[in-house]
């Protein structure tokens, strides 16, 4: 298929490996990224303008500009403490900014719309397995934010006939094999990349946010899936939006995106031990306020309905490639 696609966010980490993964399929990402937390060098793939999403007149400049075919949504602030101290920003940062835009996508007549949602929309419910129909119980104001932006698109598709897919996704790590792009957070917050810093020396230890959860080893659970998988499951959905395949008078559809296998933080860092062949510098720390005891996925629905295969979502596989990336790359260095 081709087209042009806007991407928000395409600056960042998923979004530029979405860019990648779009062009490779055919289509041309158009990066719409305000480069708060983007980075120029990011834009590889396809054109780029610089914009903020409560910028209206600007994004219906773009729209005018590119006639997209339909929009991928990843812009978003997305770190779980600042959520827990700043709350407002992420209501409006990640709500109001998200509204503006599907207002937008509507008054340009674009119908598919493939939006970045999360595992965090959940919270905690005793580490059963979960799915598109657990309820969710956000435990923080990011969370929060994502399941009303989930909302307000059903509210958009009834509506205008807005068509979306949701996913949800789990925990997202490693790179493009290529190292073309790569992850990089200033700050970094997230757990892989810290690990890799601490490896190399560019920070003294990697704290472990709390040792006394109810799980084996006493660290939090997650679901790793590769960032190279997880894209590819948005251009699938992408086509099976366009096929006519989604909720075609208007609505969502939500898959999520995980790979069914949980890792304690205490296994990723020893895994990331044995890829690198190094020591992990390491510490033990309290609870980060916000963290849920246990987030796994079962992905069986994007399997089944949208043929999606995770192929490098091992844990040896998503820490090689995301410490290539940490060697060779890096933006704004
Ligand atoms: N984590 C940690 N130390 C860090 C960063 C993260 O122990 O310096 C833990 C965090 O508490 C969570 C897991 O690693 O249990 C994954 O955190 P990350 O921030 O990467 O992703 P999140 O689960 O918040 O989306």
Redesign the pocket.
Known sequence: MSGNVLVTGGAGYIGSHACKALRNAGYTPVTYDSLITGWREAVKFGPFEQGDLMDRTRLDEVFATYQPVAVMHFAAL????EAMSQPGKYWRGNVCASLNLIEATIAAGVKDFVFSS???TYGDHDGVVLDERTTQLPLNAYGASKRAIEDMLKDFGASDGLNSVIFRYF?V?GADPDSEVGEFHQPE????P??LDAIDGKRLA?????IDYPTEDG????DYVHVMDLVDAHVQGLNWLRNGNGPTTGGVDVFCLGTGDGFS?RE?VAAAGSVTNLSVPMED?P??A???VK?VSGSRKAREELGWTPERSTMPQMILDAWRWHQNGGYGR
Do not use: E, F, K
Request: include cysteine; charge should be positive.
């Open positions: 997305s770190q779980v403490g999360t595992c965090a925990n790590a917050t997230h757990l892989v810290l690990i990697l704290t472990i946010h709390g660290t939090c659970i997650r933080v990723v720390g609870r980060r916000g963290d849920a987030l």
